[in-house]
């Protein structure tokens, strides 16, 4: 069974998570994550899960910039084209708004450590994934895979 959110981005936790699969088109992002957390999951009345492998559509992307912080600068440069060999897991996101989500993460730029902020502005969003465990049922060892 699929399950998919629509609103409050702000609700998924993506720290330590690793993206699998990335696809980038004109209008569309399409991120596919080896697991996630979920905040207050009310549309099941359950406080938060812990979910298996994950995907997330970014729709109607408005700008996207990124960002590369090293001990000398901040400077924001064009998207790596291997984003994903250079990214091990992702350190944090956060949200603005419904329309707005940053991915940071240590990555290798130039030979050295630099913190990476990718920041995507879009329409819309929806997030699906087949397999969760409740925080409870995580604590105790269970895993949605």
Known sequence: MEFKISENIK???????SIDFLEIN????????D???LENYKEKNLDG??????RLELC???ETTFEITTDEE???IGFPDDFQSRLDIIGENDSENDNHLRIGSIINYDGKLAWANWNLSFNKFDFYWNNHVTFEEWKNGAVAE
Do not use: P, Q, V, Y
Not at 26 to 33: A, E, G, N, V
Not at 49 to 54: A, V
């Open 60 to 62: 109607g992307i408005i």
């Open 26 to 33: 004109s209008d569309k992002i399409i991120l596919t994550f």
């Open 11 to 17: 609700r998924i936790e993506l720290h330590d998570s």
């Open 74 to 76: 901040t400077k924001t």
């Open 35 to 37: 697991w996630a957390k």
């Open 49 to 54: 899960i812990i979910l298996g492998k994950c």
